[in-house]
């Protein structure tokens, strides 16, 4: 069964960093690619990063270029969300999911597969 755990979320004050994981089980996160969405209170989920599979290739929202960084550890089959400079307006629940595809066609909100969140809370 495809399972996608975050963790490492919690609380950082403007300009901190934060690192988030996603470990997944039921494939190889080397196989398909993985994304990276967020959630604000009373907003609409919006994709924030995608890595494809293979190529290695990485995208970015444009809110979060040149802060955040996504990878992958395929012998722990986990991927990362290395998050810095971060700001009061990266405040959400963020969760990483997977539609099983090869590549990021675009960067989306939509998935077939989620993992259950982790909050990042950005505040002084």
């Known amino acids: 069964q495809v399972q996608l755990v975050e963790s490492g979320g919690g609380l950082v004050q403007p300009g901190g960093s934060l690192r988030l994981s996603c470990v997944a089980s039921g494939f190889s996160v080397d196989d398909y690619a993985i994304a990276w969405v967020r959630q604000a209170p009373g907003k609409e989920r919006e994709g924030i990063s995608c890595?494809?599979?293979?190529?290695?290739?990485?995208y970015y929202t444009d809110s979060v270029k040149g802060r955040f960084t996504i990878s992958r550890d395929n012998d722990k089959n986990t991927v990362y969300l290395q998050m810095d400079n971060l700001e009061p307006e990266d405040t959400a629940v963020y969760y990483c999911a997977t539609d099983l595809q090869l590549i990021c066609y675009k960067i989306r909100h939509d998935y077939d597969y989620w993992g259950q969140g982790t909050q990042v809370t950005v505040s002084s």
């Open positions: 890595l494809s599979s293979r190529d290695g290739n990485s």
